[in-house]
Each structure stands twice: as C-alpha cells, then as structure tokens.
C-alpha cells in the first residue's frame, strides 16, 4: 500500500545550497502533510505541516509546497547545513486521522 | 517531558517468544499510532487505536501480531512467537483529538536471536 512515494532514497547538496526533498501521494481523502525528520537510533521529529487548503507554508529555513492537482508536496531547505544531514519522511493524514509515511530520503549536506 | 513515552528501548528475545512494547501516548492525547521500520526501510504503517478501539489495523500482520490501548495504561503491542523477521525498530506516535501533527517516541528496538 504506497499511497505516499518519496521516489529519491537520497540526496547529497553542498553545504549552502538549497536542498529539494519531494514527495507524491496518490489519496485524494489526505488532507494535511506533514515532514518528519530523523536520525539514526531516535524517533521522528516533526518539522512543518501544510493543510490542503494552502500550497505553501514556510519556517524559517523550510518551506513546504503543495499542489493539489499532481499529488505533490515539496519540502524546500535553505540554505542547506551539515547538521540537517538526515532522513527524511514525508507524511498525509486523512481526516479520520490515518496517517502514512513514504520511504525516506536520506539528505547528506556536504561541508 | 510529557512527551510520548516507549519502553523497552532495547529488547532481546529468543524465536518462539514473546515480545510486548508499551507506548504512553502525550498527556492528554487518545489517538497512538504504531509503525515499524526494517533495517534500511522507511516507516510501515501498522496499527492506529483510539481509546479501547482499534481504527484501522490493515497494515498489521494478520498472525502473532496484536495491539490494545485500554481505558488506563498505555498502549501495548504484542508479538506472540517471535522470528527473526521481526527484529525492526517500533515507533508508537501519538496525536489529541483535532490531531494533525502526531509525536513520535524514542522507539523499542526488538532483536530476535
């Protein structure tokens, strides 16, 4: 059951640069995204959130785009630094609250 | 630290035993999730529980796994007759009643030896 895909395993940026993280879903009864963010031997930490009624949502650093028709979210780092070198999960929730996780992207930002 | 309690973090059995996690959610959530990460996987849905009901359990496997999350007391994941298919990192999450954003545990690291 893949009804969220994150289709890159990894991804490597200079340190500085932006970093894309991106992130597709096939339900159309998800309605709020989120991105998690991990290291080895902890649980995921939440990151920002989009509610489908936006397209973006920025913190900081971290951005997150929506569009609604493709069935893609985007989460945008920048500039990217070394200690935001982890995994990243991507997430969609429906509203009776089931909540699914792609597979990760595994950022390294490189110094 | 209210924050989502699991224990154990680190768990070791024998095939043909049994394993139980326990999760407490964040004071004053009702919903908990479980997830399961492989070695080298991303995170797998399995169970989600409300207080004393089990909302979608489709991503359990349908033997030797069970989850409950009674009226008092945390969240308890069982795993009867353990293999070594089983050894993966568990996630509980948890989130309140207009949840959008659940929390995640530390984790229970399960080894079946």
């Known amino acids: 059951d893949q009804q969220v895909k994150q289709n890159s395993p990894s991804l490597s940026v200079q340190e500085g640069r932006i970093s894309i993280l991106n992130c597709d879903y096939t339900n159309s009864m998800f309605d709020y995204f989120l991105w998690y963010k991990k290291y080895p031997a902890e649980g995921p930490t939440f990151l920002i959130s989009i509610s489908s009624i936006k397209d973006k949502n920025e913190d900081g650093r971290f951005t997150v785009f929506l569009n609604k028709s493709a069935k893609h979210l985007s989460l945008h780092i920048v500039p990217s630094q070394p200690g935001d070198s982890a995994v990243y999960f991507c997430a969609a929730r429906a509203q009776n609250n089931d909540m699914r996780f792609g597979a990760g992207t595994r950022l390294t930002v490189k110094p | ?113």
Request: contains cysteine; charged residues 25%; aromatic residues 10%.
């Open chain 2, 1 to 113: 630290n209210a924050g989502v309690m699991q224990n154990p973090r680190h768990l070791v059995r024998r095939r043909g035993q049994e394993a139980r996690l326990r999760c407490s959610p964040m004071k004053g959530h009702s919903h908990v999730y479980w997830y399961r990460q492989l070695p080298e996987e991303g995170l797998k849905f399995m169970v989600y529980l409300q207080k004393e009901n089990i909302i979608d359990e489709s991503g359990m496997p349908k033997e030797r796994f069970s989850a409950e999350f009674p009226k008092e007391g945390p969240s308890i994941l069982r795993i009867q007759q353990v293999v070594r298919g089983d050894s993966a990192a568990y996630f509980c999450a948890s989130s309140g009643e207009a949840g959008n954003t659940i929390y995640f545990g530390e984790g229970s690291w399960l080894t079946v030896v």
